[in-house]
């Protein structure tokens, strides 16, 4: 039986969820200052076992965004992302405040701009907006 539980994720736990997916490793430190700053977080658990997560982050009045939304390999195409994703967006629309418009953003991974379609994200650019853009700042590392 899966268990969904709310701003409680340890380090740990959110290091081994970005590996079984492959992104980017993170320094302990990274991630902890990470969890600390994120506005909001979903994790769900199957067995007391960690196997998705969802994060928002930024200023919850005009614009947050999804960071992560993980779902571990063996449990894609289940539904748990979906829930957890459901679970952010509700989150965002509690943080709104009336007669304001607030901007729910996220980049996702190539290839899955269908499954954020179906929660009515619009794929970027668009005839009104331009394309999203990234910049990585490097310190003490190597550019690959």
Known sequence: MLEYKINELDVDTYLRLRESVHWKQLTRQQAQKALENSLYYICAYEDNQAIAMGRLVGDG????????????????????????LTELIEYCSQLQQENTELMLCLMCAKGREEFYKRYHFIP?????????????????????
């Open 124 to 144: 970027r650019p668009t005839e009104e907006l331009g394309p999203g853009m990234i910049q990585y700042l490097h310190k003490g590392i190597e550019k690959k």
């Open 61 to 84: 009045a005009v614009i947050c965004y999804v960071q992560d939304l993980i779902v571990s390999p063996s449990y894609q195409h289940l539904g748990v992302g979906g829930h957890i």
